[in-house]
T-cell receptor
Framework: DAGVTQSPTHLIKTRGQQVTLRCSPK?????VSWYQQALGQGPQFIFQ???????QRGNFPDRFSGHQFPNYSSELNVNALLLGDSALYLC????????????FGPGTRLTVL | RKEVEQDPGPFNVPEGATVAFNCTYS??????FFWYRQDCRKEPKLLMS???SGNEDGRFTAQLNRASQYISLLIRDSKLSDSATYLC????????????FGKGTKLSVIP
């Protein structure tokens, strides 16, 4: 049973560029949440997708957008990258909106130069 | 008060020691709480859930004090493999469907 998978593993971009990160949820899970973890900090909630709609959003600018596909996989898009966007981006999946069953993927490490 | 606040650490303890981490939270309406473990450059993994006054799982005990709005995690008989960052997590947002993480406390267990 595959867990949560994310791609790519690592990514290097320059300021002003755009990036797309991908996440496939654990089998049986239909909800995907995205988190940003800066070095030395805890993960910060970006947004959550359920039934192909953004259900909740954290305190992140509109440069951060997402999408969920019918197969429950999800994408995180970040436009006009800033140096401060360098972080580990984590995807977590769960069955429905159950926070007590959120499983995290290995993350995508984004470096913005 | 920050939403979730933890001891900054790091905690350096010898093998076999008992160590405790504290966490305070601001939302008095929170009903459930979690401790996650995160190894260096890895994803967070759920260690324990706390729904009532506490929870025990082997060497790990989590306690909840609703009146003071803090949660603690006690690790007895520390092992080298316990070295990690421990994250205190509280559901938040509308419907409490999102997780708010503390900054984490780094534990190093020394031989």
């Amino acid at each position: 049973d595959a867990g949560v998978t994310q791609s790519p593993t690592h990514l290097i971009k320059t300021r002003g560029q755009q990036v797309t990160l991908r996440c496939s949820p654990k089998s049986g899970h239909d909800t995907v949440s995205w988190y940003q973890q800066a070095l030395g900090q805890g993960p910060q909630f970006i947004f959550q997708y359920y039934e192909e709609e953004e259900r909740q959003r954290g305190n992140f600018p509109d440069r951060f957008s997402g999408h969920q596909f019918p197969n429950y996989s999800s994408e995180l898009n970040v436009n006009a990258l800033l140096l401060g966007d360098s972080a580990l981006y984590l995807c977590a999946s769960s069955p429905g909106l159950a926070v007590n069953e959120q499983f995290f993927g290995p993350g995508t490490r984004l470096t913005v130069l | 008060r920050k939403e979730v606040e933890q001891d900054p650490g790091p905690f350096n303890v010898p093998e076999g020691a008992t160590v405790a981490f504290n966490c305070t939270y601001s939302n008095s309406a929170s009903q459930s709480f979690f401790w996650y473990r995160q190894d260096c450059r890895k994803e967070p993994k759920l260690l324990m859930s706390v729904y009532s006054s506490g929870n025990e799982d082997g060497r790990f005990t989590a306690q909840l004090n609703r009146a003071s709005q803090y949660i603690s995690l006690l690790i007895r008989d520390s092992k080298l493999s316990d070295s990690a960052t421990y994250l205190c997590v509280v559901p938040s947002g509308a419907g409490s469907y999102q997780l708010t993480f503390g900054k984490g406390t780094k534990l190093s267990v020394i031989p």
